[in-house]
């Protein structure tokens, strides 16, 4: 069974930078899409990016495209969301989310196992 855990989440103000890493196990991860999403209060989990693990290739939605940067460690089984020139609409829950084998999948109904989720908050 595969799990995940989200961490690094935390308060920062506008301009600063976070990076948010998920901790995967229970599988070996070479075929799969793992995701990263967030939801803010009264609205629908959205797309953020994604990797396929076993070629590093991202994609990344348009409203954090030159902002964030999705990527993975092999070694520690961990996906990473590095999140740079923050701003206050960037508020919410982020999580994690993996899926087996596929393609550059955006929402989150493709994806079967999500970890806790971790708040970012960003004052103006």
């Known amino acids: 069974q595969v799990q995940l855990v989200e961490s690094g989440g935390g308060l920062v103000q506008a301009g600063g930078s976070l990076r948010l890493s998920c901790a995967a196990s229970?599988?070996?991860?070479?075929?799969?899409?793992m995701g990263w999403f967030r939801q803010a209060p009264g609205q629908e989990r959205e797309f953020v990016a994604c990797?396929?693990?076993?070629?590093?290739?991202?994609r990344h939605a348009d409203s954090v495209k030159g902002r964030f940067t999705i990527s993975r460690d092999n070694a520690k089984n961990t996906v990473y969301l590095q999140m740079n020139m923050l701003k206050p609409e960037d508020t919410a829950v982020y999580y994690c989310?993996?899926?087996?084998?596929?393609?550059?999948?955006?929402?989150?109904?493709?994806?079967?196992?999500w970890g806790q989720g971790t708040q970012v908050t960003v004052s103006s």
């Open positions: 989310a993996a899926r087996l084998g596929g393609w550059y999948y955006t929402s989150p109904n493709e994806y079967s196992s």
């Open positions: 229970g599988r070996t991860f070479g075929n799969y899409i």
């Open positions: 990797i396929i693990w076993s070629s590093s290739s991202t």
